[in-house]
């Protein structure tokens, strides 16, 4: 890694991995790295980061998954992609759409709180620079919808995953990290009812970009005043949320 870089990971399932909406079992299809939004903070962050997208189809927070298997288990893969990637100045999690599947009998906070048990995961982790922990935010996946055969799969879901806002920001006040509710900004395909357009991908990696800069104002600054030398250029994004002080996103009106 180039001296200098700030390293932002990006720990997370399909919809971090960039999977396109789609109802096919096989022969599925991923966003090209620049239409993901860990690709569109990247480019919103400018040289002076280094993005790690961490995205694995199926990841849970911390649920062994009895047919695709272990590995899948969130928190399994987290020690590893922190020791892999370190120094890491924030870790940003978004997980939890996968954990609503049927099989796993899991409620909205059972799901909050495993998430709770990453961040505290990271938070007690040497990982970032000095040996300190990183910094994290949190994201709540915005809801589901119950479509075709993967209604059958995610029975119930849909309504659990209304309350993601509520319960994994309560885990984000309870931890001191920063949030954003992604439902307040993007709302899941209505091809598969779990994916994400690319329009959302770009409404959402702007909205974290913003969150970032808010976090890191220093290098946030640095980096425009690097761009600014070469121009600026229209994106057709919508305008990033409103940051309160305390890390919260809210939609501009």
Same mark, same amino acid.
């Given at each position: 890694?180039? !001296?200098?870089?700030r390293?932002v990971l990006?720990?997370? @399932?399909s919809n971090t991995?960039?999977?396109v909406?789609t109802?096919?079992r096989?022969?599925?299809h991923?966003f090209?790295? @620049?239409?993901?939004?860990p690709?569109?903070?990247?480019k919103?962050?400018? !040289?002076?980061w280094?993005v790690? /997208?961490?995205?694995?189809p !199926?990841?849970?927070?911390?649920r062994d998954?009895p047919?695709?298997?272990s590995?899948?288990?969130?928190?399994?893969a987290?020690?590893?992609?922190?020791?892999s990637?370190?120094?890491?100045?924030?870790?940003?999690?978004?997980?939890?759409?996968?954990?609503l599947?049927?099989?796993?009998a899991?409620?909205? =906070?059972?799901i909050a709180?495993?998430?709770?048990?990453l961040t505290?995961?990271?938070?007690a982790?040497?990982?970032?620079p000095g040996g300190?922990?990183?910094?994290v935010?949190?994201?709540a996946?915005?809801?589901?919808? /119950?479509?075709?055969?993967l209604?059958e799969m995610f029975?119930?879901?849909a309504?659990?995953?209304?309350?993601?806002?509520?319960?994994?920001g309560?885990v984000?006040?309870r931890c001191?990290?920063s949030?954003?509710?992604?439902? =307040?900004?993007? /709302?899941?395909s209505a091809?598969?009812?779990?994916?994400l357009?690319a329009?959302d991908h770009?409404?959402l990696?702007s909205?974290v970009?913003h969150l970032?800069?808010?976090?890191?104002? @220093?290098?946030?600054r640095r980096?425009? =005043?690097?761009s600014?030398t070469?121009?600026?250029?229209?994106t057709?994004i919508?305008a990033p949320?409103?940051?309160s002080? @305390?890390g919260?996103a809210?939609?501009?009106r």
């Open positions: 890694m180039m !001296s200098g870089l390293t990006c720990f997370g @399932d991995y960039g999977a909406p109802l096919a096989v022969g599925r991923r090209a790295p @620049d239409r993901r939004w690709g569109v903070l990247r919103r962050l400018g !040289s002076g280094q790690v /997208e961490e995205g694995h !199926s990841r849970t927070t911390l998954h047919i695709e298997g590995h899948k288990n969130g928190l399994r987290l020690p590893i992609s922190l020791e990637h370190m120094p890491i100045e924030l870790v940003i999690l978004m997980l939890g759409t996968n954990d599947k049927q099989r796993f899991a409620s909205p =906070t059972d709180d495993s998430l709770e048990v505290k995961s990271v938070q982790s040497e990982a970032g300190a922990a990183p910094a935010m949190i994201i996946p915005p809801p589901m919808l /119950e479509v075709d055969w209604a029975v119930g879901g309504r659990k995953s209304l309350e993601f806002g509520a319960r994994m309560e984000a006040a001191r990290t949030f954003l509710d992604a439902g =307040t900004l993007i /709302e899941s091809v598969d009812g779990v994916h357009e329009g770009r409404v990696g909205a970009a970032v800069q808010g976090l890191f104002p @220093d290098e946030s980096a425009k =005043t690097a600014s070469r121009g600026n250029t229209s057709g919508r949320p409103h940051i002080e @305390d919260r809210t939609p501009r």
